[in-house]
């Protein structure tokens, strides 16, 4: 390959393949897999080629002795050609798989195969290099090109090929070109051979089409080529065939940060701890350790991290720098590992240094939900609702606390011996919550609640999850739209978050929506939405904005509806007071295992908020500003699923009404232990029907009657993809018509 154009690495490639030939009486193949090539090859060997590189990769047959011939092309000398294109109109447009998996089969025919490669890396090169005993990338003695070699070599680098791979040939040397000396000290590579100027020489070969080496065998020009294949044969060539080679090459030419590959299969970073303490570390963690040691002392990682700044190009160019650092400390430190830990140690150390470590690969596995790491040496994932304990783990808990630090010091938190534990999110919304020593007895806690990729929908709810029937996410969406307060009730984990998320899209994209979260999570894709964050204390302890003040300033930000992430403390009392003055159609939730006692959860938050204020008056406020609960659970499959949806009437006495309007009933467990159930409409209709249907908007009565309920269709887990469930009135979905929505200026609902 060359460092840059016009630098004759295309000459180099024809002569080096016939001096081998010659020096090693060896059967050689030539290639020309130039990017660029315009049949480059062809006019330097002489040989018109009968089969290009596409040729090959297309070829159906088995590839042996016979078939060889019909593929290859033959010089009057005995050496073998394959051509990139057949004249300079084609270009070259072969599948790198393919080609590759052919060439192993002709490998078998052969001592030497010499790849002109080019300038340009594509897959198809990568893949070649990946392949090879040895890169030799030819250079002339110019700044200019020296300048475009160390570049390249830079980039391979990073790219995880080793140092060693590089074999530098000076091409056109003279008394006026730079010192090879001083090119090798650039390079930090040693020079195997120079080749002297003589353009007389070099042009007649190039116009006669035949290699200098064949016509010019006594001149000083061919005479280098033989030192060079003395030397690479000699010695070079067989240490170079025990190094361990880079693997997926296009993947890591693309830096990608936050990007990971599958789950390693093993515990590449176990630390076993028992009752005494800590047990023995493995070789590969302590090597692990030791190259983050020498990465540290090579580069500041802290300053360069927080010199970036969000921006994706210094993202980029660091990562790229770090790669190549550590590539450099692996192949000093671990020579002789083999290439899939060596690839694998690069990844996990370029992770601890730049990313979260070993949860980066659990952070892309799309069925992990939910990430748990208590101390070091134990991470438990979520999949599929169940609990299990992953194979992947810290090297210590000085690095987990690292991890912990460079999530939350990005968003202008703190964590440390005076706060010891800290809400934060993701840069993809999900939250985290962090707790470390002295809190933390055995090392730091990690919780991390991922965010979905892919956005949940109420399709989603219905087809994928079984979590409700689309009758039922049909009457949400009017109740949405038409402005109802909703509470969502639901235990830790049951999926309150991710419901408020879908509901919230049924909000009028003409609204104003304020948000406010403890760790913004919400994801609403209206345009009109303002996003507010709470503030822990400063290290003063002063500056502290909290969930309550951001609710009651939001009241002066004009808002059509407030949704508040989660109602945690006092803030349940201003939250109350706000859908009582005309913020109807607002959102929070609450901790609470069901509708009932999700209303007691409320009053007992408002209780916190220290106005001392009378139970009734509390509870008043409750009727008057919530029309209705949805409460979600955890079952004990691992299912989530809408497990009522209640309507909160009024008060009767001391007593917060309520009249449950669908329910799910569980009956039992199939074969594979899944909740079987059915969805239940209760026979009651709610009493804000007929103020819907003052507004032009009409619901069918009979979707609240058992007759509906009794046609509802059982409900069992499926896999994602299935067809819906059948639900509702014999005669198919109760059909909804829907007005433009209407502004509501009351309370949105009848409080009797």
């Known amino acids: 390959m060359g460092g840059k154009g016009g630098v004759g690495k295309s000459v180099f490639a024809a002569n080096f393949a016939f001096t081998l030939m010659f020096e090693m009486r060896a059967k050689t193949l030539l290639i020309d897999l130039d990017a660029k090539s315009c049949g480059d090859q062809n006019v330097i060997t002489g040989i018109r080629p009968q089969k290009t590189a596409i040729d090959i990769a297309n070829f159906a047959s088995t590839i042996n002795a016979n078939t060889l011939n019909t593929l290859v092309s033959p010089h009057p000398t005995g050496l073998h050609f394959i051509g990139a294109v057949q004249t300079p109109d084609q270009t070259l447009d072969v599948p790198p798989d393919l080609f590759r998996k052919q060439l192993f089969a002709i490998s078998q025919h052969y001592k030497f195969i010499v790849v002109d490669i080019g300038c340009d890396m594509t897959p198809l090169q990568m893949g070649m290099i990946e392949d090879s005993s040895a890169v030799i990338i030819v250079t002339t003695p110019e700044v200019l090109a020296v300048n475009q070699t160390r570049k390249a070599m830079n980039d391979l680098m990073a790219a995880t090929v080793p140092a060693d791979l590089f074999q530098i040939v000076l091409n056109k040397v003279s008394r006026t070109g730079l010192d090879p000396r001083a090119i090798s000290q650039g390079l930090r590579r040693p020079i195997v051979g120079s080749i002297p100027q003589d353009e007389t020489t070099a042009y007649g070969a190039l116009q006669r089409s035949t290699p200098f080496v064949l016509t010019a065998q006594n001149t000083p020009l061919a005479a280098a080529y033989h030192e060079i294949s003395r030397k690479l044969t000699g010695g070079i060539l067989q240490k170079l065939k025990a190094l361990t080679r880079p693997q997926n090459l296009q993947a890591a030419m693309a830096p990608a940060p936050g990007a990971a590959a599958q ?47 969000g921006d994706p190009a210094k993202e980029k160019e660091l990562r790229t720098k770090t790669t190549r650092v550590i590539t450099q400390l692996v192949d000093k430190l671990g020579h002789g590992l083999p290439r899939d830990q060596r690839s694998r140690i690069i990844k996990e150390v370029l992770d601890e240094a730049l990313g979260l470590g070993p949860l980066e690969d659990l952070l892309a596995d799309p069925g992990v939900t939910e990430i748990m790491v208590n101390g070091c040496d134990k991470i438990y994932v979520e999949k599929g609702g169940k609990l299990t304990l992953s194979t992947v783990t810290f090297t210590s808990n000085l690095q987990l606390r690292n991890v912990i630090e460079r999530i939350v010091t990005p968003l202008g938190r703190r964590i440390d011996e005076k706060t010891p534990y800290c809400d934060a999110r993701l840069a ?126 939001s009241l002066r930000m004009r808002p059509d509806r407030i949704v508040v992430g989660e109602c945690r403390d006092g803030a349940a009392l201003d939250m109350l007071a706000a859908m009582n003055t005309g913020h109807d159609g607002s959102m929070t939730t609450v901790h609470a295992n069901n509708p009932r006692e999700g209303i007691s959860r409320l009053e007992t938050l408002c209780l916190m908020a220290g106005m001392d204020l009378p139970v009734r008056a509390i509870r008043e406020q409750i009727a008057g500003a919530v029309n209705m609960i949805v409460q979600i659970s955890r079952l004990s499959d691992g299912s989530r699923r809408v497990t009522s949806i209640t309507e909160v009437v009024g008060m009767q006495g001391e007593t917060v009404t309520l009249q449950e309007i669908f329910r799910f009933k569980e009956e039992g467990f199939d074969k594979n232990r899944k909740i079987v159930g059915t969805f239940q409409a209760m026979g009651l209709i709610p009493t804000f029907i007929e103020k819907f249907e003052a507004r032009g908007v009409t619901i069918p009565r009979n979707l609240f009657t058992t007759s509906a309920a009794d046609s509802a269709s059982r409900q069992t887990p499926k896999p994602a993809g299935l067809a819906r469930p059948r639900i509702g009135a014999p005669s198919g979905t109760p059909r909804i018509t829907r007005p433009n929505p209407v502004k509501k200026t009351g309370s949105g609902g009848d409080n009797t």
């Open 263 to 309: 789950l390693q299969s093993g515990p590449s970073s176990m630390v076993q701890r028992g009752a005494k303490g800590p047990k023995q570390l493995d070789p590969l963690t302590l090597l692990k350790m030791q190259i983050h040691t020498e990465l540290i002392k090579e580069m500041d990682l802290k300053k360069d991290l927080t010199g970036t700044k």
């Open 428 to 553: 993809d919304g999900s939250r985290v919550n962090a707790v470390i020593e002295p809190l933390a007895i055995d090392g730091p806690a990690l919780t991390i609640r991922k965010f979905p990729s892919d956005r949940i929908t109420s399709d989603d709810y219905v087809n994928r999850f079984n979590s409700l029937t689309q009758p039922m996410v049909d009457f949400l969406k009017i109740c949405v739209e038409q402005g109802l307060n909703i509470i969502i009730s639901g235990g830790t984990g049951s999926g309150k978050t991710t419901l408020l998320n879908v509901l919230s899209t049924f909000i009028p994209t003409n609204e104003r929506i304020i948000t406010v979260e403890d760790a913004a999570e919400l994801q609403l894709k209206q345009e009109h939405v303002v996003r507010l964050e709470t503030r822990p204390a400063n290290m003063e302890g002063t500056g502290e904005i909290t969930i309550r003040d951001l609710v009651r300033n």
